[in-house]
């Protein structure tokens, strides 16, 4: 119990940090349709930190933090300024454009690192079992001025993530607020792929989301709901990654998998009781 404590403890700190902010996200990328937005920013912050690599910075360097975030600011833009009243074309469809770009233009940067495979498996997966407190510490305190900044801005964010046309005929200046929402987004996503990794960020950001969807009524009880199974989640994957030896990154994305088809075959039982 000691040796777990003394390995696991900060990587499941860092879970919980993870669990924070991604839930509350995840319930507004839901309510907008566009559940990969978070995996394209991801990749894009992936894209910009393969570029400072290239450059010669480690990946994980400051300076490398500070070109995943510049080409993180960039997607937050186009993703913004691609939000229009009437969508001849799904949103869903240019964040799609978007991942696919950004992530084959990254295997191709990487093609001409020595390293490249290790460096992509790394941006994948992540480095939970490396983190340390006062990496653990420094990102709690980015996603807590995010929060403050969303809960003081909640009422139009909420308003427009899920009602956008009416927020676009009540002169509500949209796409500012998305650039603000995206943007902020973006640094959470930046700070969360260095040390978690693309698929880990996207697993706290949805499935907590959809848990609390599915069991939940109302913003406040679906967030509740979405930090416990985070939490949860997190409990099981650094357990069984410790009892078995797995890498704890891959094994908490699969313990997310695992979850939610418990809670989709439990809401599905629910539901035919009902009928």
């Known amino acids: 119990m000691a040796e777990f404590f003394h390995l696991m403890a900060v990587p499941f700190a860092a879970c919980l940090v993870l669990t924070g ?11 907008r349709q566009v559940i990969f937005v978070d995996l394209a920013l991801a990749q894009i912050a992936a894209l910009g930190a393969t570029v400072g690599f290239l450059f010669g910075f480690g990946l994980h360097h400051s300076a490398n933090y500070l070109f995943a975030l510049g080409f993180t600011f960039l997607g937050a833009v186009i993703f913004a300024v691609t939000r229009f009243r009437e969508e001849k074309i799904p949103h869903e469809a240019i964040i799609g454009v978007v991942y696919a770009v950004a992530a084959a233009a990254a295997i191709l940067v990487l093609s001409r690192a020595a390293e490249g495979g290790e460096e992509l498996k790394s941006l994948l997966v992540g480095h939970l079992l490396l983190v340390g407190w006062p990496e653990v510490a ?3 305190a980015v996603y807590s001025v995010i929060g403050l900044l969303h809960w003081l801005a ?9 009602k956008p046309r009416e927020a676009f005929n009540q002169g509500i200046p949209v796409r500012l607020w998305d ?21 880990l960020v996207f697993s706290f950001l949805i499935v907590p989301a959809i848990c609390g969807v599915l069991l939940g009524q109302g913003i406040g009880q679906r967030l509740w709901i979405g930090w416990g199974i985070g939490a949860l989640t997190s409990v ?14 891959a094994t908490v994305v699969c313990a997310f998998g695992l979850v ?3 809670v989709g075959l439990g809401e599905w039982f629910a539901k035919g009781k009902e009928r």
């Open 260 to 262: 939610l088809l418990v």
């Open 138 to 140: 420094k990102v709690a």
């Open 154 to 162: 909640r009422r139009p964010l909420l308003f427009i993530s899920q």
């Open 179 to 199: 650039l603000f929402f995206y943007v902020t987004f973006g640094v959470v996503v930046t700070s969360s792929v260095e040390m978690a990794g693309v698929l």
């Open 236 to 249: 099981l994957g650094i357990s069984a990654s410790f009892l078995w030896d797995l890498p704890p990154g």
């Open 21 to 31: 902010i991604h839930a509350y996200l995840g319930l507004h990328v839901i309510e």
